[in-house]
T-cell receptor, first 113, second 114 residues
Framework: AQKVTQAQTEISVVEKEDVTLDCVYE???????LFWYKQPPSGELVFLIR??????QNEISGRYSWNFQKSTSSFNFTITASQVVDSAVYFC??????????FGAGTRLTVKP | NAGVTQTPKFQVLKTGQSMTLQCAQD?????MYWYRQDPGMGLRLIYY???????DKGEVPNGYNVSRLNKREFSLRLESAAPSQTSVYFC?????????????FGDGTRLSIL
């Protein structure tokens, strides 16, 4: 069955530090997508990125980058030069049976000024 | 620019009471979902509706019912609330099936059952 593990429950960094959020997944599918969502203190979930299992190239979007490694079943998320506004809970997620999204337990990131 | 709208935002119920959580989306999406979020457990799917007129159980459906009223609206009903249903509930929608489609979420409903 699909499973997503985010082993880091909470991370605290000082502004401008780099931080990596880990995501490890299990799936029996040969092709699949992986997602990252952000939940800021206001509570709503915001879609960040979607990656296809065929594409293992790193993705970079501004200060955000994602490292997808099929060999280790990992899809890690790095924030470079973190800012206070990055403080949020971040979820990694994996679709299951077309209509279910299996979320990890989330990593709470606190960026201190 | 509303996206997914949930009502109410907060609710306190007594054990045994019933209530309906409302959700509407204005993005013409086919699929809609109800999740609950509990501390340390991420989000878990309660029910989903792949298209207007269809609904199916997710991972944790017990104690809930849903109605896909039309393409825009998807409601979640608690017939007899229990303290174990204290949670934050999120409605979401997506254009199609989830294999490659991101979901768009509402702001959540914080529900407390006393």
């Amino acid at each position: 069955a699909q499973k997503v593990t985010q082993a880091q429950t909470e991370i605290s960094v000082v502004e401008k530090e780099d931080v990596t959020l880990d995501c490890v997944y299990e799936t029996r599918d040969t092709t699949y997508y992986l997602f990252w969502y952000k939940q800021p203190p206001s509570g709503e979930l915001v879609f960040l990125i979607r990656r296809n299992s065929f594409d293992e190239q790193n993705e970079i979007s501004g200060r955000y980058s994602w490292n997808f490694q099929k060999s280790t079943s990992s899809f890690n998320f790095t924030i470079t030069a973190s800012q206070v506004v990055d403080s949020a809970v971040y979820f990694c997620a994996l679709p299951y049976n077309n209509n279910d999204m299996r979320f990890g337990a989330g990593t709470r990131l606190t960026v201190k000024p | 620019n509303a996206g997914v709208t949930q009502t109410p935002k907060f609710q306190v119920l007594k054990t045994g009471q019933s209530m309906t959580l409302q959700c509407a989306q204005d993005m013409n999406h086919n699929s809609m979902y109800w999740y609950r979020q509990d501390p340390g457990m991420g989000l878990r799917l309660i029910y989903y509706s792949a298209s207007e007129g269809t609904t199916d159980k997710g991972e944790v459906p017990n104690g809930y019912n849903v109605s896909r009223l039309n393409k825009r609206e998807f409601s979640l009903r608690l017939e007899s609330a229990a303290p174990s249903q204290t949670s934050v509930y999120f409605c979401a929608s997506s254009e199609g099936v989830l294999n490659d489609q991101p979901q768009h979420f509402g702001d959540g409903t914080r529900l407390s059952i006393l």
